[in-house]
């Protein structure tokens, strides 16, 4: 990534809505440690917003199935698994004819992605670019901060080291919300695998 052109790119964005104010401009992003980037090095402060579009809550995930004919015990299977994700709660309507086998079969892949990515980077370790600088990942830092989540779904931003934080959001696993200084796992199926996979670590 280019970081003069993002700064220059923010500041024609912060020179569109502020001088003529004829524009409203929205970046969307799931890359959400960029985010915390575009605040820090365009100088935002002040002159937006962010936007959360996070998952549904759990009286909106159960209205939602219950429009697709879910009854209780079949939504509170699915909120167990995938909380409000809407991709899962989507899948989960497709698979309802099969729904224990299904939720069981998607933590059971998810738990055998993360513990291949963590066998890679144990065995041939990664780098990670983070500004200009390239830093050597790890993995008892990455595995020291998927036991935050042994018993929490949810830890301060500074409860990580950077360079961990940015390896975890950078593979998908873990979510940063700038707003509240807050970090977790992408999902609840994510959460429920990290919890599984720390379950069998001798």
């Known amino acids: 990534m280019d970081d003069y052109l993002i700064y220059e790119l923010f500041n024609l964005f912060t020179r569109l809505t502020k001088e003529p104010h004829s524009y409203h401009i929205f970046a969307i992003t799931s890359d959400s ?15 937006c917003r962010y936007l959360l579009v996070d998952d549904f809550d759990y009286n909106t995930t159960v209205n939602f ?25 989507i899948k989960a309507i497709k698979n309802k004819h099969r729904l224990k086998e299904f939720c069981k079969e998607l933590l059971k892949l998810r738990v055998t992605e993360i513990k291949s990515r963590l066998k890679k980077l144990k065995e041939l370790g990664e780098r990670i670019t983070i500004g ?6 790890e993995y008892d830092r990455v595995l020291s901060a998927l036991k935050e989540f042994k018993d929490k779904d949810t830890i301060p931003l500074d409860a990580l080291d950077e360079i961990t934080t940015h390896y975890l959001i950078k593979i998908n696993l873990l979510f940063l919300d700038p707003l509240h200084g807050t970090i977790k796992p992408q999902s609840r199926l994510d959460l429920l695998a990290i919890r599984k996979i720390l379950e069998n670590l001798h």
């Open 33 to 47: 440690s960029f985010i915390k980037k575009v605040f820090n090095e365009a100088t935002l402060h002040g002159r």
């Open 65 to 89: 199935l219950k429009k697709y004919g879910f009854n209780e015990e079949e939504i509170q299977l699915v909120w167990n698994y995938f909380g409000g994700k809407p991709v899962y709660l």
């Open 132 to 137: 200009k600088e390239e830093f050597e990942v």
